[in-house]
């Protein structure tokens, strides 16, 4: 999908609220993860991503294995990109500016009709910043949420209160043909 085809919502989620809470592919808060979502499709996946570079191979994997299982390997590629962007802008932003302790960066996968939602979740209370192409190949950072919005039908973030963000991604589960 083309930049301009991709659509983005800062600050909320892609549907009104009284919408969101009767759709069954979204992700489901918390304290639903891992029950089986109404429709018939998959639960969510959840994985708790360690700070690190295998942290980083974990997430990827994670998310390989899972659309794996739900029959989704020509989505892999894509979603791998997009996870490892969305996880790897949360522990380079939101981490470093987290309270003290452990910082929680939660990865989650929730399948509904016709589309994969990646969301990952972080301790920053900063908004993400899109920063449309320069047209500079060369630039070395800043590139990550271009190559989400490249990728995904939409995205977006929300806050998770008492402190924290969510940041999500959709993208088409229909093959190309």
Same mark, same amino acid.
């Given at each position: 999908? #083309? =930049?301009?085809?991709?659509?983005? /919502?800062?600050?909320?989620?892609?549907?009104?609220?009284? @919408?969101?809470?009767?759709?069954?592919?979204?992700?489901?808060?918390? +304290?639903?993860?891992? !029950?089986?979502?109404?429709?018939?499709?998959?639960?969510?996946?959840?994985?708790?991503?360690?700070?690190?570079?295998?942290?980083?191979? !974990?997430? !990827?994997?994670?998310?390989?294995?899972?659309?794996?299982?739900? #029959?989704? *390997?020509?989505?892999?590629? *894509?979603?791998?990109?997009?996870?490892? =962007?969305?996880?790897?802008?949360?522990?380079?932003?939101?981490?470093? #500016?987290? +309270?003290?302790?452990? +910082? =929680?960066?939660?990865?989650?996968?929730?399948?509904?009709?016709?589309?994969?939602?990646?969301?990952?979740?972080?301790?920053? *209370?900063?908004?993400?910043?899109?920063?449309? #192409?320069?047209?500079?190949?060369?630039?070395? /950072?800043?590139?990550?949420?271009?190559?989400? *919005?490249?990728?995904? =039908? @939409?995205?977006?973030?929300?806050?998770?209160?008492?402190?924290?963000?969510?940041?999500?991604?959709?993208?088409?589960? !229909?093959?190309?043909?």
């Amino acid at each position: 999908m #083309s =930049e301009a085809g991709a659509t983005s /919502h800062p600050g909320g989620l892609p549907y009104p609220s009284w @919408e969101a809470a009767r759709r069954t592919d979204l992700p489901l808060p918390p +304290p639903y993860a891992g !029950r089986p979502v109404l429709g018939g499709g998959p639960a969510p996946a959840v994985l708790h991503v360690a700070c690190d570079g295998e942290g980083f191979a !974990r997430a !990827r994997g994670f998310t390989r294995d899972t659309l794996r299982g739900w #029959s989704l *390997d020509h989505c892999g590629d *894509d979603a791998v990109l997009v996870v490892t =962007e969305l996880v790897s802008n949360a522990v380079k932003h939101a981490v470093p #500016s987290a +309270p003290a302790g452990a +910082p =929680e960066v939660r990865l989650g996968l929730a399948l509904g009709r016709a589309r994969l939602t990646l969301t990952v979740s972080d301790p920053g *209370d900063n908004a993400p910043v899109f920063q449309p #192409s320069d047209g500079c190949a060369l630039r070395e /950072h800043g590139r990550g949420l271009g190559i989400v *919005d490249a990728l995904a =039908e @939409e995205w977006g973030w929300a806050p998770r209160p008492p402190a924290g963000k969510t940041v999500w991604a959709t993208l088409s589960t !229909r093959t190309l043909t």
